[in-house]
T-cell receptor, first 109, second 115 residues
């Protein structure tokens, strides 16, 4: 079967750095996406990785290792507004997105 | 910036009633998705359209759910009759196509409560 694993919940301090991990086992691989979802709202696109390595976009960076079936989302200089769920999703061989359950990130002052 | 539109934003209904949700994708996006999301879980794909054709509806409970995208633009998802377990967020997303790098963009969602 296809599976995406993420921690259920993480807590971090305002101004700090946090790394959210995602491991996957899918039928084929056509890219990995990270989305941010605030409570009661729709997911919004953060990043896309298809090649190994680090993609940096402002305070957010995303890393991919295809050989290890592993990705992480790195958030720097945390702000209170970063409190949200972060969803990892992999596009499989049929170009369908397989979604993780999301990691709820709690930011404390 | 173009957005996916959905209505209504909230819907409260009684079980056994019919409900309908509407979605208007980003202009020019050929692929449209309907998802259901239960609190604390990731989105679950219900149906996927490529233009007006259904590409995947394997997870759609066809005894009570139906979806259409008649002109290949906007789409409607219907539930009849609604059941208590249907209470969830219903999300519509669109993308330009199916290629690996094509990103899905989500509408604001419809939160359904079945009493």
């Amino acid at each position: 079967g296809q599976n995406i694993d993420q921690p259920t919940e993480m807590t971090a301090t305002e101004g700090a750095i946090v790394q959210i991990n995602c491991t996957y086992q899918t039928s084929g691989f056509n890219g990995l996406f990270w989305y941010q979802q605030h409570a009661g709202e729709a997911p919004t696109f953060l990043s896309y990785n298809v090649l190994d390595g680090l993609e940096e976009k402002g305070r957010f960076s995303s890393f991919l290792s295809r050989s290890k079936g592993y990705s992480y989302l790195l958030l720097k200089e945390l702000q209170m507004k970063d409190s949200a769920s972060y969803l990892c999703a992999v596009k499989d061989s049929n170009y369908q997105l397989i979604w993780g359950a999301g990691t709820k990130l709690i930011i404390k002052p | 910036e173009a957005e996916v539109a959905q209505s209504p934003r909230y819907k409260i209904t009684e079980k056994s009633q019919a409900v309908a949700f509407w979605c208007d994708p980003i202009s020019g996006h050929a692929t449209l998705y309907w998802y259901r999301q239960i609190l604390g879980q990731g989105p679950e794909l219900l149906v996927q359209f490529q233009d007006e054709s259904v590409v995947d509806d394997s997870q759609l409970p066809k005894d009570r759910f139906s979806a259409e995208r008649l002109k290949g633009v906007d789409s409607t998802l219907k539930i009849q009759p609604a059941e208590l377990g249907d209470s969830a967020m219903y999300l519509c997303a669109s993308s330009r196509g199916l290629a690996d790098q094509e990103t899905q963009y989500f509408g604001p969602g419809t939160r359904l409560l079945v009493l």
